[in-house]
């Protein structure tokens, strides 16, 4: 496992991600020693950095974490998501999510005082990188939030996260694209089935962790762009080493 410590240091002072030529082990369903090869390792914020790699801190921004509803409700129910009927609104695809309300400056403020709070202990267990996940939350809200509002509350992330010292990814979401947020990189799921790959590197060059879950899109993202970035293929429920189901390959 080669070690990051010689990272190139971005002008914002953060850690600069690897690119070409790095490997990378998305670990979100549990921690587990990684293959020697591996040098960016993506892990929830509950779990500690792998020492000697670029290590990335998953952060569920926009949705309440499987599990956690009942500390949503307690600490800050007004920031869940609610039709017009007072109904919590939930992921259809991941119906135990909830989404959050970052739908007026308030609760973007509010929050953004939670999440980064979050990113913040990140950093003081030694990650050097952070990945909100579900930034195209407001695409399945039904109309609830918007892509403005959703700008505005990731910039407030991405300004805290620099301050911290921790580059930031845009998870997916190619419709931002365009949109100057400050992200530092990306972490994009099934690009290559969506088609989407090109547009995420036109932006941000080699500095793209691809995860796949079908083999057929890994295999096809392999004959484009090995070498270019990480890509890799995981089982859907990105399940760990030793664990039934498990799978893990790259290129």
């Given at each position: 496992m080669h070690s990051i410590v010689a990272a190139l240091v971005l002008t914002l002072g953060v850690t600069a991600f690897p690119g070409a030529g790095s490997v990378a082990d998305y670990q979100l369903g549990g921690a587990y020693r990684p293959s020697d090869e591996v040098d960016v390792v993506v892990r929830d914020r509950t779990d500690r950095p792998e020492p000697g790699t670029y290590s990335v801190c998953y952060v569920n921004a926009f949705q309440t974490q499987p599990g956690s509803?009942?500390?949503?409700?307690?600490?800050?129910?007004?920031?869940?998501?609610?039709?017009?009927?007072?109904?919590?609104?939930?992921?259809?695809?991941?119906?135990?999510?909830?989404?959050?309300?970052?739908?007026?400056?308030?609760?973007r403020v509010a929050l953004a005082r939670v999440v980064n709070r979050w990113i913040t202990s990140c950093d003081r267990r030694g990650f050097q990188a952070v990945e909100p996940d579900n930034l195209d939350a407001w695409t399945r809200?039904?109309?609830?939030?918007?892509?403005?509002?959703?700008v505005g509350y990731a910039k407030r992330l991405t300004r805290h996260a620099h301050r911290r010292g921790l580059a930031i990814a845009q998870k997916n979401t190619a419709e931002l694209l365009g949109r100057r947020v400050g992200f530092d990189f990306a972490v994009v799921e099934q690009c290559q089935q969506y088609r989407e790959c090109d547009a995420f590197v036109k932006r941000y060059g080699s500095r793209v962790i691809e995860v796949e879950y079908r083999r057929s899109a890994f295999r096809a993202a392999c004959r484009a762009r090995a070498g270019q970035h990480p890509i890799q293929l995981r089982d859907l429920d990105v399940v760990p080493r030793g664990s039934r189901g498990y799978v893990f390959e790259h290129c």
């Amino acid at each position: 496992m080669h070690s990051i410590v010689a990272a190139l240091v971005l002008t914002l002072g953060v850690t600069a991600f690897p690119g070409a030529g790095s490997v990378a082990d998305y670990q979100l369903g549990g921690a587990y020693r990684p293959s020697d090869e591996v040098d960016v390792v993506v892990r929830d914020r509950t779990d500690r950095p792998e020492p000697g790699t670029y290590s990335v801190c998953y952060v569920n921004a926009f949705q309440t974490q499987p599990g956690s509803l009942r500390w949503w409700r307690k600490k800050h129910p007004e920031l869940l998501l609610r039709d017009g009927r007072g109904r919590l609104v939930r992921d259809a695809d991941w119906p135990d999510e909830v989404f959050l309300d970052f739908s007026t400056k308030r609760k973007r403020v509010a929050l953004a005082r939670v999440v980064n709070r979050w990113i913040t202990s990140c950093d003081r267990r030694g990650f050097q990188a952070v990945e909100p996940d579900n930034l195209d939350a407001w695409t399945r809200s039904g109309g609830l939030l918007t892509k403005r509002q959703t700008v505005g509350y990731a910039k407030r992330l991405t300004r805290h996260a620099h301050r911290r010292g921790l580059a930031i990814a845009q998870k997916n979401t190619a419709e931002l694209l365009g949109r100057r947020v400050g992200f530092d990189f990306a972490v994009v799921e099934q690009c290559q089935q969506y088609r989407e790959c090109d547009a995420f590197v036109k932006r941000y060059g080699s500095r793209v962790i691809e995860v796949e879950y079908r083999r057929s899109a890994f295999r096809a993202a392999c004959r484009a762009r090995a070498g270019q970035h990480p890509i890799q293929l995981r089982d859907l429920d990105v399940v760990p080493r030793g664990s039934r189901g498990y799978v893990f390959e790259h290129c």
